[in-house]
């Protein structure tokens, strides 16, 4: 499965953002799926996890209440809802994907990641 990610930007603190995955390829929906987020000089950290059927998700406690990660497999996306947006939120935001259907929080589990896209949150 290949991943596209989009949405990102510039928004001030306290606004919101919706990023969104495109993936191609007709078993999307057997796929666990996630985000991540790295931004500079820090490591990669998990944000958000949703099962293959949207039924379960998972969220790093530092967004927890505020983002929402929700899927449409017959659209084959994935998206995150992003509100309440600190400037601790600033990253490169990634989607990826889990054949083995996990979606939690190490990213070596997943096996097909996005190119990325930026959320610049101000003061």
């Known amino acids: 499965v290949q991943l596209q990610a989009s949405g990102g930007g510039l928004v001030q603190a306290g606004g919101s953002l919706r990023l969104s995955c495109a993936a191609s390829?007709?078993?999307?929906?057997?796929?666990?799926m996630g985000w991540f987020r790295q931004a500079p000089g820090k490591e990669r950290e998990f944000v958000a996890g949703i099962s293959w059927s949207g039924g379960r998700t998972y969220y790093a406690d530092s967004v927890k209440g505020r983002f929402t990660i929700s899927r449409d497999n017959a659209k084959n996306t994935v998206d995150l809802q992003m509100n309440s947006l600190k400037p601790e939120d600033t990253a490169v935001y990634y989607c990826?994907?889990?054949?083995?259907?996990?979606?939690?929080?190490?990213?070596?589990?997943?096996?097909?990641w996005g190119q990325g896209t930026q959320v610049t949150v101000s003061s």
């Open positions: 390829g007709r078993t999307f929906s057997s796929y666990g």
């Open positions: 990826a994907a889990d054949a083995q259907k996990g979606y939690g929080s190490r990213w070596n589990e997943y096996e097909h």
